[in-house]
């Protein structure tokens, strides 16, 4: 992986639509600059000083300069961002991190860097603390509580009637079925983390289609519950094809409740993206699949306003905006 593979602007896709299901815009302005933080890495010898600056920390040693960026400065709730690690003299054997409770997976970028995706919850407000361990060789390790700048989305409320079963709260069984069927896609979600990257961008979209609801959307069903929508929503037919962002592994197909008849797919390294309210699917749990490649079909199963798909990403259990996703490169 390298810093051109992800390059990203975070500029959220809204259009409206009728086919809705029952989940959650944001509209961040894109933000392309960096935050720079210079870290010297001490030996075991040395004690550091800490100084702080207005946008930066910067740890003094006797060992490796490396330069620590984030893109963009300030992330948006709900999005991926790019986290990279760049050694100015020596090298970096390793860096480990964590970022919003998920792991990091650093590989090798450009010109000696080390390149993580990491998500930012669509709840965090301020800041958001990255933890880095950074290991240059015989120059040590460090340490860093890392400072991240968190945006606010632009969210709006939608209402929306669907039939009475499915807006109102759902007597003791039902829920306790919801609540098994969220418990298994979320552990789709934390495998992830275990599975080696299978994905290279550019990411293709699910559907070519118009968005009918974007990411991060309030709702009010029936003038009683109120949720979410933490996905995007395709318009479509029932039948139309679906694809495969990225290369990946089947985890999971079966029939949800809310959901209806779900697929979801764990590209590896964190990464997972699941598809709701199918008519049918056409791949099979444990298969390899490819970019582009059809695996399900439009439906109207689960709690639905009309036929469409629901699309949602998550790195590790954070679920983001599915066109942060589509905008890295």
């Not at 944001?26 to 030996?43: D, G």
């Not at 990491?118 to 860093?144: H, N, W």
């Not at 632009?154 to 609540?179: H, K, S, W």
Request: proline fraction near 6%; include cysteine; hydrophobic fraction near 40%.
């Amino acid at each position: 992986m390298n810093e051109r593979l992800l390059k990203m602007n975070s500029t959220a896709h809204t259009a409206s639509g009728v086919g809705g299901c029952l989940n959650e815009t944001m509209s961040p302005t894109p933000l392309t600059s960096f935050i720079a933080l210079t870290l010297l890495l001490a030996t075991a010898q040395s004690a550091a000083a800490i100084q702080t600056a207005p946008s930066a920390e910067i740890v003094t040693g006797s060992a490796t300069e490396v330069t620590v960026t984030w893109q963009p400065a300030s992330v948006p709730q709900g999005t991926l961002f790019r986290v990279t690690v760049t050694p100015d003299a020596g090298s970096v054997d390793q860096v480990t991190g964590v970022f919003a409770d998920e792991r990091l997976h650093f590989e090798p970028g450009l010109d000696g860097s080390l390149v993580a995706l990491a998500a930012a919850p669509i709840d965090t407000r301020g800041e958001e603390d990255l933890r880095l361990e950074v290991r240059a060789g015989e120059g040590g390790s460090e340490t860093m509580v890392l400072p991240v700048p968190i945006v606010e989305g632009d969210y709006r409320m939608q209402e929306l009637t669907v039939a009475p079963e499915f807006g109102r709260p759902q007597p003791a069984e039902i829920q306790e079925r919801i609540n098994e069927e969220s418990a298994r896609a979320m552990s789709v979600a934390r495998r992830s983390h275990d599975t080696p990257r299978m994905w290279e961008p550019p990411f293709v979209a699910p559907r070519e289609s118009q968005i009918t609801s974007g990411f991060g959307h309030g709702r009010i069903f029936n003038e009683q519950v109120t949720s979410r929508h933490m996905g995007t929503d395709f318009r479509g037919a029932v039948g139309a094809p679906i694809r495969a962002p990225a290369r990946g592994v089947v985890a999971l197909v079966d029939a949800f409740y809310l959901g209806g008849n779900v697929l979801y797919l764990d590209h590896g390294g964190g990464l997972v993206t699941g598809y709701l309210h199918l008519s049918e699917h056409e791949v099979e749990e444990g298969e390899i699949v490819e970019p582009g490649q059809v695996i399900a079909r439009v439906g109207a199963t689960g709690r639905v306003t009309g036929p469409h798909l629901h699309w949602l990403v998550r790195y590790g259990t954070i679920t983001v905006d599915g066109m942060s996703l589509l905008e890295l490169e």
